[in-house]
């Protein structure tokens, strides 16, 4: 096809498999994204049909190059990730790209939107959304807004909540609201909707609910994903629980990002009802039941792991299990530095064995005969060789899996623990300086791999933290020893 795809947010859910969709299909696409590292990851630059360009809404810039020669655009930015002010964000992002496509030869927008509650005043969040549709239409060019609710997939933000929801409690305490009613569509369909809607050319606005099979309520779908999971999903609704204040408590139950859930917990104290006729009439397809959807992603989940990074590691695949979370908790500490990255790989490699870690070394001794206690090989404390690293090389009960040169290092986690987890070591090359960055992730298993976390959370601050001053100091002190020696 001649056809040139402008996908604006193709970082996002929806936009990292809509761009292998479109480019399968043979458009040219053009992705776009704030933080260009993102899209590199996934390898589409290897693609000949599909152009990556780093693109940031909140700046005002000039568009014009970018939308040159583009026909069709999909607008899926939304600003849930930047925290509190995520609306003021969201807006001003949506005002410069209408500002923008006035000016442009853009052709048509396909908007993915959100439903609007049949009851109520709505979220935040859902209002932004609705508010985002209208200042696109604003550029005067066809806006087709699909106003989608919960979008169910391995990785879907809004049903990761769920999911954490309910395998991680034996009894759970809900809000009212549980009983509100949606229409959640499995990813499979809407990326079909998305790409047929290409094969037409409006000639005026549209908004389009896009609808599941059936609005079933909240309360079913726990207990759909539950029984999927093998697990009796037990509800225990309270009049006086409000969205705000079950919001406050999702650090701890849910490993999504939490800004992200919170504004989606925002607008689950309505009836999110659709009436998806309308897109049904115009492009016919199959859609999956609520159950078919669930099984479907379940199967999929373990993509996460089955990825550049984690190395596509064996050992990581073969400890991956149903119920892990999906997205990762993570902590670390960053810091600027003058040493070379030369210095700064020289002190990473040395890591492990009789070197120890760093800093605070009684603090890992103690975890390391913690594993060793309930069965663990902790205590196994080995270096190939004590100077170099390879792929697959063991550092005590570390795991190389995955390894740059200079640039980035990454350990699997092997001892005792209920979850997944892997550290990383990255240094970015500024120019005048480096930027030296030690951190964990981890993906928990249930409720008690998001306890074990969050106990462990004070030791990792605090050794993270040391670390990285301490690899920084280590090549303070050995540049000052050539510069003796030299002397």
């Not at 919001?247 to 659709?274: C, E, F, M, Q, Y």
Request: proline fraction near 5%.
């Amino acid at each position: 096809m001649d056809k040139t795809i402008l996908v604006v947010g193709a970082s996002g859910y929806i936009g990292s498999h809509l761009v292998p969709e479109l480019a399968c299909a043979g458009y040219r696409v053009k992705a776009t994204c704030r933080n260009l590292k993102l899209l590199e990851k996934r390898g589409w630059q290897n693609l000949d049909n599909v152009s990556l360009h780093q693109l940031d809404l909140t700046e005002p810039a000039d568009l014009a190059p970018l939308l040159e020669g583009v026909e069709s655009v999909f607008f899926l930015v939304h600003g849930m990730n930047h925290g509190h002010d995520f609306i003021d964000i969201e807006l001003q992002a949506a005002k410069n790209f209408s500002a923008a496509l006035k000016q442009s030869d853009v052709e048509r927008v396909i908007y993915l939107g959100a439903l609007q509650p049949s009851d109520g005043k709505p979220s935040e969040h859902l209002l932004a959304r609705k508010a985002t549709g209208e200042i696109l239409r604003e550029s005067g060019k066809p806006i087709t807004e699909l106003r989608a609710g919960i979008i169910v997939g391995p990785g879907s933000a809004a049903f990761e909540v769920m999911r954490d929801f309910a395998l991680h409690f034996p009894i759970l305490i809900t809000p009212k609201w549980v009983y509100s009613k949606s229409s959640p569509i499995a990813l499979r369909n809407l990326l079909h909707y998305l790409l047929e809607l290409l094969n037409f050319q409006p000639t005026r606005h549209q908004i389009m609910d896009v609808a599941g099979p059936k609005n079933i309520s909240y309360a079913k779908q726990l207990r759909t994903i539950g029984f999927q999971a093998g697990r009796k999903v037990r509800i225990l609704p309270l009049p006086f629980l409000t969205p705000r204040f079950a919001a406050r408590w999702l650090r701890l139950v849910t490993s999504v990002p939490t800004n992200i859930a919170k504004a989606l917990i925002g607008g689950l104290g309505h009836d999110l009802r659709a009436n998806g006729s309308a897109l049904q009439s115009l492009i016919p397809q199959h859609l999956l039941s609520y159950d078919e959807a669930v099984e479907e992603s379940l199967a999929h989940e373990n993509e996460v792991v089955r990825s550049d990074i984690w190395g596509f590691d064996p050992d990581a695949l073969a400890r991956w299990q149903p119920g892990f979370g999906y997205y990762p908790k993570q902590a670390g500490y960053h810091l600027k530095t003058n040493a070379t990255a030369e210095q700064l790989w020289r002190q990473i490699l040395r890591m492990g064995g009789k070197e120890g870690y760093f800093y605070a070394n009684y603090l890992w001794w103690i975890r390391e005969w913690m594993d060793w206690v309930i069965g663990g090989e902790g205590l196994n404390r080995y270096r190939r060789d004590p100077d170099h690293l390879e792929l697959g090389d063991k550092i005590d009960s570390w795991k190389v899996i995955s390894i740059e040169p200079n640039r980035f290092l990454s350990l699997l986690f092997g001892m005792k623990a209920p979850g997944l987890g892997r550290l990383e070591f990255t240094i970015e090359d500024k120019g005048d300086h480096r930027e030296i960055d030690i951190r964990a992730w981890w993906h928990p298993a249930g409720f008690s791999g998001l306890l074990y976390w969050f106990a462990m959370m004070p030791a990792h601050l605090f050794i993270f933290r040391g670390m990285t001053h301490a690899l920084v100091e280590r090549c303070h002190a050995k540049a000052q020893e050539g510069k003796t020696e030299t002397i």
